[in-house]
């Protein structure tokens, strides 16, 4: 199976910030790289696919990069409801696995 | 509008068996891959199954053999039988479709499954 490794797993920020969490692949896995964002109490939504293809409705000043096995999420400037939990999930193979989320923090 | 509607969760005993329900409308599920996410209590995301538009299944190693991924075309919903449930079976389960490069676009709203005695 694939691990994904996401740091850091928590990261204090303020509004205007910009803020990168990185996501690290056990093997190459092309541009297969997803992004989510998930608030407490809710289901995630999908920021970020192909490693970095914007999803329809999600502000510009959210990106990502990457490619192999080293990739990227970077907010331009945080804005108040940027601050919740990120993962990174793999769908180059099954079982897609996710990273263990990053938790956005003021 | 796409939307899906999970249900079908609760509190089972250890050893037991659930089936969980996945209604979607605004797509169908035979032409999309769709897949199982669950979340324990305060803890992250773990895949957990897929069934993709051909019919092929796929699961994670923690629930191979014990859960069981299916889909009823006529009445466009996804299934996900769960049998010999343990504590660490404990969790919100998400019924959701796949999008470009296999990412998950959209996702319903969860359905706790509790295993205690």
């Known amino acids: 199976d694939i691990q994904m490794t996401q740091s850091p797993s928590s990261l204090s920020a303020s509004v205007g910030d910009r803020v990168t969490i990185t996501c690290r692949a056990s093997q190459r896995i092309s541009s297969y790289l997803n992004w989510y964002q998930q608030k407490p109490g809710k289901a995630p939504k999908l920021l970020i696919y192909a490693a970095s293809s914007l999803q329809s409705g999600v502000p510009s000043r959210i990106s990502g990069s990457g490619s192999g096995t080293d990739f990227t999420l970077t907010i331009s400037s945080l804005q108040p409801e940027d601050f919740a939990t990120y993962y990174c999930?793999?769908?180059?193979?099954?079982?897609?696995?996710f990273g263990q989320g990053t938790n956005l923090e003021i | 509008e796409v939307q899906l509607v999970e249900s079908g969760g609760g509190l089972v005993q250890p050893g037991g068996s659930l089936r969980l329900s996945c209604a979607a409308s605004?797509?169908?599920?035979?032409?999309?891959?769709m897949t199982w996410v669950r979340q324990a209590p305060g803890k992250g995301l773990e895949w957990v199954s897929v069934?993709?538009?051909?019919?092929?299944?796929y699961y994670a190693d923690s629930v191979r053999d014990r859960f069981t991924i299916s889909r009823d075309n006529s009445k466009n919903t996804l299934y996900l039988e769960i049998n010999s449930l343990r504590a660490d079976d404990t969790a919100v389960y998400y019924c959701?479709?796949?999008?470009?490069?296999?990412?998950?676009?959209?996702w319903g709203q969860g359905t706790l499954v509790t295993v205690s005695s």
């Open positions: 999930q793999q769908s180059f193979s099954t079982p897609y696995t």
């Open positions: 959701a479709s796949g999008g470009t490069f296999s990412s998950i676009d959209y």
């Open positions: 069934i993709y538009s051909g019919g092929s299944t």
């Open positions: 605004g797509f169908t599920v035979s032409g999309n891959f």
